[in-house]
């Protein structure tokens, strides 16, 4: 497996993202693009992206509108598949193994890299049946192993105690955080490695937020967590990284404090000062 040892900060300009710090650590590279590139039709919508991602890290994808963020999450888990016209070139390995192999099943990517999309989204289904969900499509049947399952994943997101007497209940009568977090411990249910989340508390009150905010922060310590946020304030709270997207190309990637006190480039500078975006 690769490992990422982080020595001394080094130029991350022109697309040569490398993270640093000035303590000798190391840690384990889960995901690993090279040379990506995404084209939606004639649209060249990703440029060259090489960008690893740390076992066990936050990290935070940030840019303005239309700069490639929410594409490049979905291509993570090959979502992005789904567009018509997409073509691709380049290498995205998950632990090691290139993605677009032709004999990774996307089925069995999706399982090891879950998502939680930007609008909660539960099924019209109970609370248990939601989580219970991907357990029952990997053939588990067995109610007593279900039970533990939803009831693991439930306390894993952090509101197994808000809805343990309502697990017959609709998911929709739930608030729109709860929601989420239901959301969340859906996929927490199918035991992924990585968890990609797209805008996840775009649509939430403050008070929901830092509670998605508070799991984030719980969840790295069993997960490798990558989450694309518009909030800056959120990107400089939440992650140990952080990735700066411009029309489609990584200006910057690097420690988020780094980020926020001396970024390199003057574009990110501009951006997360609120120049632009």
């Given at each position: 497996m690769c490992a990422l040892t982080i020595t001394a900060r080094k130029s991350t300009k022109a697309n040569a993202p490398l993270a640093s710090d000035t303590?000798?650590?190391?840690?384990?590279?889960?995901?690993?693009?090279?040379?990506?590139?995404?084209?939606?039709?004639?649209?060249?919508?990703?440029?060259?992206?090489n960008l690893p991602m740390l076992e066990n890290d936050v990290t935070a994808i940030i840019g303005p509108s239309g700069c490639g963020k929410s594409t490049y999450i979905k291509t993570l888990n090959r979502m992005v598949e789904l567009v018509p016209n997409v073509r691709i070139s380049g290498e995205i390995l998950y632990r090691d193994r290139n993605i677009f192999d032709k004999t990774y099943l996307v089925e069995e990517l999706r399982t090891r890299v879950g998502m939680v999309f930007q609008k909660p989204n539960p099924f019209p289904k109970s609370i248990f049946d939601n989580v219970a969900y991907g357990p029952k499509i990997h053939g588990i049947r067995d109610k007593k192993i279900l039970k533990e399952i939803v009831e693991k994943s439930l306390r894993g997101a952090a509101i197994w105690e808000e809805v343990k007497d309502r697990?017959?209940?609709?998911?929709?009568?739930?608030?729109?955080?709860?929601?989420?977090?239901?959301?969340?411990?859906?996929?927490?249910?199918?035991?992924?490695?990585?968890?990609?989340?797209?805008?996840?508390?775009?649509?939430?009150?403050?008070?929901?937020?830092?509670?998605?905010?508070?799991?984030?922060?719980?969840?790295?310590?069993?997960?490798?967590?990558?989450?694309?946020?518009?909030?800056?304030?959120?990107?400089?709270?939440?992650?140990?990284?952080?990735?700066?997207?411009?029309?489609?190309?990584?200006?910057?990637?690097?420690?988020?404090?780094?980020?926020?006190?001396?970024?390199?480039?003057?574009?990110?500078?501009?951006?997360?000062?609120?120049r632009f975006g």
């Open positions: 303590e000798n650590t190391e840690k384990n590279i889960v995901m690993n693009t090279r040379a990506l590139n995404l084209w939606y039709g004639e649209n060249h919508a990703l440029k060259n992206i697990l017959n209940e609709n998911a929709y009568g739930l608030s729109g955080g709860q929601q989420q977090r239901l959301c969340i411990a859906r996929c927490l249910a199918i035991e992924p490695d990585v968890i990609l989340m797209d805008e996840p508390t775009s649509a939430l009150d403050p008070k929901s937020t830092l509670k998605v905010e508070e799991l984030i922060q719980e969840l790295k310590e069993k997960y490798s967590i990558i989450i694309v946020t518009h909030n800056m304030q959120q990107a400089a709270r939440i992650s140990d990284k952080t990735a700066f997207f411009l029309n489609g190309e990584v200006i910057e990637y690097d420690n988020t404090d780094l980020i926020f006190s001396t970024p390199n480039d003057k574009r990110t500078e501009d951006y997360i000062t609120g």
